[in-house]
């Protein structure tokens, strides 16, 4: 469905994307993860064919977005960062001007209409105008909008951010749906959560480059031990990493926790205890993307 | 399974079309006071500038032997016409790239930055020739109207307008501010020409050496054009002329306003 190779976007001397390879196959879920600023909505734009590439190769549905830009928009949905609904239509007419974008019909644009309103459970408002529905109704709005071309392929740009966690979770069952009716996914999201959810596959980006690929359970297996874990101590207390180190495969400092990576977590934290070290609070858990993360590039994902 | 996308490309005049479609189920919900602001509004000049300050104007040489109402009838139509067009040229423009974003979401379709902004020009001429015709309407029992050259009065109004309409849209796709510049463009080129470009009074009034400022002033070849259809007393050469002047100005402005869309939506 998308595939690059090399692909670089320099805005003047700013290279927000540089030489990237992605592969994206048809009817999988694809992620980038990374930090703000990590150039995964640059490399969405590109896919978008809305933002012509610097360099590198990219071919999206097999067509070069330089050349064939308007016909690879019609098979695509695009769900961008900020809502750009129209505010004072209603919900209906919103789903039904926008299709007539993509050369449909009146009479299909309105059947589509109140098909993606059921699936977007919206369908109760139908006529009320967007502008008051809360945040998690515009963004299942702005979703309901992309699928009116029954895309191919659906590009979501962090679907989730500034949900609430019941607005995520409904969201992300209408993404399951989607991707049972063998719609292939592409979505960026700085929260590793969603990541796992959503994606079979995905590449960790940071600072314009790609630093690793794979599946989320690849990732961590292969960057991060199987358990975690989290000693928290008082804010300017000393954190006695060297007490500790030789207990865990790998340990991580952070400003007020230490993180010890260990296969076998309870063990590691009873002899944490056995030595006197004594934290405010500790926790084991398993390893996710954050921790595949902070091993990649030595920072957190979220502030 | 796979998925087969129901989209297709749109033929260029298409895709303008359809903004025109999407507008108009905006304007469907909003209508009653857009008519009021742009349709009545010049009428209260008319009543307020024609027959109650006309009263006190004789018929003259300055006025073509003719009553002041029917002197200024055209012209106030035609001065309308350009405010109108520069209004929703400015902010709604503006809107499109930054608050509303409507632009972004409709170039994320086949929709391309060309046919948007042919959508936004062709939709400014439809809404100028309906306010202009509703003026036109409710002038007639005012007496406004000498003769049926007033229907080209209002096609004159639309297309000075539209000429106005181009190169302010193309400066509201270089604004990336709150879009305080349009203030100036309002105070110091809009409302100038209103009261100096020939609406109330012939430009021979103006001291020579100003002159220059009602010629190169769009409205001023608006109001000639206008007054020519339904007043008479325009030659053929000089209709040309106006209307030359008129159609450079739209056509700098759209080759602009087109680069500019290109620059601010593809990026």
Known sequence: MVEAKALVKRFGDFEAVRGIDVEVRRGEAFGFLGPNGAGKSSTMRMIASVSPRTDGDLKVLGMDPNIDGPRIRARLGVVPQQDNLDNELTVRQNLQVYGRYFGLSRAHVRRKADELMEFAQLSDRAEHEVEPLSGGMKRRLTIARALVNDPELLLLDEPTTGLDPQARHLLWDRLFRLKAQGVTLIVTTHYMDEAEQLCDRLVVMDGGRIVAEGSPAELILRYSTREVVELRFAPGEEVPADRVADLADRVEVLPDRLLLYTAAGESALEQVHQRGVRPLSSLVRRSTLEDVFLRLTGRTLVD | MSVESTGRVVPAWRGAWLRVEGYWAWYRRYWKSN????????????????????????????????????????ALLVSASLQNAVGESTYPVLSGFKWQKDYLAVTATPVTP?????????????????????????????????????????????????????????????????????????????????????????????????????????????????????????DLLPALGHLAFLAVLFAVGALLARRYFYRRLVV
């Open chain 2, 114 to 234: 060309g046919q948007v902004l042919g959508g936004h020009l062709i939709w400014v001429t439809l809404r100028l020739l309906l306010a202009g015709s509703v003026y036109a309407v409710v002038a007639v029992p005012f007496g406004a109207w000498l003769n049926a050259g007033a229907v080209l009065v209002v096609v004159v109004g639309a297309v000075t307008g539209l000429a106005c309409a181009a190169p302010v849209t193309a400066l509201a796709a270089t604004t990336y501010d709150e879009g305080t510049r349009f203030n100036g463009v309002f105070r110091f080129v809009v409302m100038p020409m209103t009261l100096f470009a020939g609406t109330f009074f012939p430009i021979e009034q103006i001291p020579p050496a100003l002159r220059w400022l009602a010629w190169i002033s769009p409205l001023w070849h608006g109001n000639e054009l206008a007054r020519g259809v339904t007043l008479g007393g325009l």
């Open chain 2, 35 to 74: 008519v009021y602001s742009t349709g009545l509004q010049p009428l209260l000049f008319l009543l307020a500038m024609g027959l109650g300050f006309g009263s006190q104007v004789p018929a003259g040489p300055a006025t073509g032997g003719l009553s002041y109402v029917h002197y200024i009838a055209p």
